[in-house]
Each structure stands twice: as structure tokens, then as C-alpha cells.
T-cell receptor, first 115, second 110 residues
């Protein structure tokens, strides 16, 4: 199954600033997914990132706030822009895993606190 | 109505007990079903996929009921290490978007 390296693992940021989160996968994948998990809640999909095209955003999420890059088949970044305390959350990337054990694997997450 | 609904629990059970809980989904076009385990402050990890015929992996048994649109997870001979939040996850046919339940918390006590 794919292994994802996500960084940073955590950060504390000032409001109004931006943070870029990176995910590196050890194999080529067509799609990468970015999720947010707010405290005490489950995961919500932010956007789907395909290499060579613009990301597809879910309702309630916009490119200006969460720009995504997908320069190749193993790497993606999510930027949280102009942060406010409401952006404090865990952000996770994910990829589909095929083969014997079908499912989706996740990066270890970025715990963001905006002060 | 939420796409995926779970009993949040918590289920507090002694070691060795059996615990079971369900998850319902609203979209009849749902095609793939999973149980994930999430430990505190960690990422979700795939516990098992759920197949139409039901499937078992060691002490864990998953069942799917398409007619009633629910899936279940049963844990036999509970271990302390089974304490976690179990997430029910569903996706639709030809759609890679996953819908997550809010999770069921299980605490196994000595």
C-alpha cells in the first residue's frame, strides 16, 4: 500500500498568515484528496487534486482560501490562506490504494492552531 | 439528513466482551464501504473493507445490509488495544469522494 509523508505535523500560526502543507507519496497516484477534521468531528473533504488540472473543490471550500498544487503524480500541497482561528483543525491528505487491500490511506495529518 | 450516521457511543466494555455497532447511509448508490479506526490525535487507518457477503478478519466481523442501508462491525474478545474511534466510511459508484460518519467510540476496560 502507498505510504504518505505529510509535513508539517503541527504548527501554530498567527491570524492573517498562510501555511502550506505538503504530502509526498511513495508511488504515483492519479488523485490526491485533502480533508479537514475539526475538533471532535469527522473528516470533511476539501478538494480533490489531479495532476495537470485544477483541483475540484467541495461545497463550502474555495480556491482562494485553500489553493492546491499538484505538480506531479507523487506530490501535492494545500495552502491555508489568510488564516483565522476558525481554521484551527487537522488537515489530512489521502490517496486511493488498490490491490489486495482496497481502500484509502491517509497522511499523518497537520495539526494547525491559529492564534 | 447526514450521508453517514453512526451511534457515537461511547461503548464501554470489559476485556473479552463482544461489542457491535451499526452505521446507516443515505445514498442507495453507495458502492464501497469501509471501517476505519482512528486513535486519539492520529490519522484514520483502514480496519477493513466491507463486502456484500460480509467478511471477517480475525476478531472483527463486518456485515452489509443493502436493503436497509446499514453496515455493522462486531468485535469479539475485546482487547484493551481495541479502544479507539471507529469510523464508518462510504463512497459512491464511480465517485472517489468518501463520506465519513462521525465515529463510534469504544473503550475496553481491564
Amino acid at each position: 500500500s502507498a505510504v504518505i509523508s505529510q509535513k508539517p505535523s503541527r504548527d501554530i500560526c498567527q491570524r492573517g498568515t498562510s501555511l502550506t502543507i505538503q504530502c509526498q507519496v511513495d508511488s504515483q497516484v492519479t488523485m490526491m484528496f485533502w480533508y479537514r477534521q475539526q475538533p471532535g468531528q469527522s473528516l470533511t473533504l476539501i478538494a480533490t487534486a489531479n495532476q495537470g488540472s485544477e483541483a475540484t473543490y467541495e461545497s463550502g471550500f474555495v480556491i482562494d482560501k485553500f489553493p492546491i498544487s499538484r505538480p506531479n503524480l507523487t506530490f501535492s500541497t494545500l495552502t491555508v490562506s489568510n488564516m483565522s482561528p476558525e481554521d484551527s483543525s487537522i488537515y489530512l491528505c489521502s490517496v486511493e490504494v488498490t490491490g489486495v487491500a482496497y481502500g484509502y490511506t491517509f497522511g499523518s495529518g497537520t495539526r494547525l492552531t491559529v492564534v | 439528513r447526514k450521508e453517514v450516521e453512526q451511534d457515537p457511543g461511547p461503548f464501554n466494555v470489559p476485556e473479552g466482551a463482544t461489542v457491535a455497532f451499526n452505521c446507516t447511509y443515505s445514498n442507495s448508490a453507495s458502492q464501497s464501504f469501509f471501517w476505519y479506526r482512528q486513535d486519539c490525535r492520529k490519522e484514520p487507518k483502514l480496519l477493513m473493507s466491507v463486502y456484500s457477503s460480509g467478511n471477517e478478519d480475525g476478531r472483527f466481523t463486518a456485515q452489509l445490509n443493502r436493503a436497509s442501508q446499514y453496515i455493522s462491525l462486531l468485535i469479539r474478545d475485546s482487547k484493551l488495544s481495541d479502544s479507539a474511534t471507529y469510523l464508518c466510511v462510504v463512497n459512491r459508484y464511480n465517485d472517489y469522494k468518501l463520506s465519513f460518519g462521525a465515529g463510534t467510540t469504544v473503550t475496553v476496560r481491564a
